[in-house]
């Protein structure tokens, strides 16, 4: 990155121990910092860990900061030359938001940079000792909508079973709302879809991994059948629910037992 300014997206991890000294160092020489405060969450006190490493003044964004005024707050300076970090929980280009964000970024030639850190994919999976190139598609469960329940995440675990691949699912969450969807939820919701749709495919003996505050303390990495699951209790920390390949590897299910015993304690 050049010495004028910029746009720059640090990824703070999924703990604030787990951010980047690269991440630290560009924080460190910005001249506006942001932390987004509602795409994700990280374990510690992002703000005040920032304060605390370069004495300078940290702003939140709301989620209207970022997607509605993101040219004022974030483009404008950059462009009249100052370098204005946006910290982001987990990894910076994991959410459309700032993937958009880039976008218009670039279109009105403002320098820009990424810094990556651990996000929730595919660390849920490969802490998970699953194996990386067998992960499908990813979707999202999302609670119902006016009463209506989105069909898709079932839709996409059908094409996945199809090609025997695992099924990442992340979990709705909207911070400014206070939403934040846990694995116990996910389950529920995987069993309406299956009543709805009614072609087999998800069971409450369906093997899965429950994932819940991954890099925080306590996280928790269940591998189980669906019904023992939803006995996980609630975490403040991200979630994702994995539904297993209908054929798992050897290894796979192996490791994934090892691991489960290590960091799971209510359902092994």
Known sequence: MNLGGGLILVGAGLSTDLITLRGVKRISEADVIYVDSYTSVTLGDLRGFIKSQTGKEVLLLKREDIEERYFEVLIRPALEGRKVVLVVPGNPLDATTHVALLSEASKRGVEFE????????????????????????????????SGILSEYPYDVIKDNDLRNLHTPLLTEIDLEKGIKMQVREAVEILLLLESKRGEGIIS?????????????????????????????????????????????????????????????????
Request: aromatic letters at 6%; charged letters at 20%; glycine letters at 8%.
């Open 114 to 145: 990424v810094v990556p850190a651990p996000g929730i994919i595919p660390n849920a999976l490969t802490m998970s000792g699953l194996m990386i190139y067998k992960m499908g598609k990813i979707a999202t469960l999302t609670y119902p909508k």
């Open 204 to 268: 409450e003996a369906r093997k899965a991994i429950g994932v819940s505050g991954l890099g925080w303390d306590k996280q928790r990495i269940c591998f189980g059948a669906l019904k023992d699951l939803a006995k996980l209790p609630d975490h403040e920390g991200p979630h994702t629910l994995i539904i297993t390949s209908p054929k798992m590897h050897f290894l796979e299910e192996e490791v994934a037992q090892i691991i489960s015993k290590k960091y799971c304690h209510e359902i092994t």
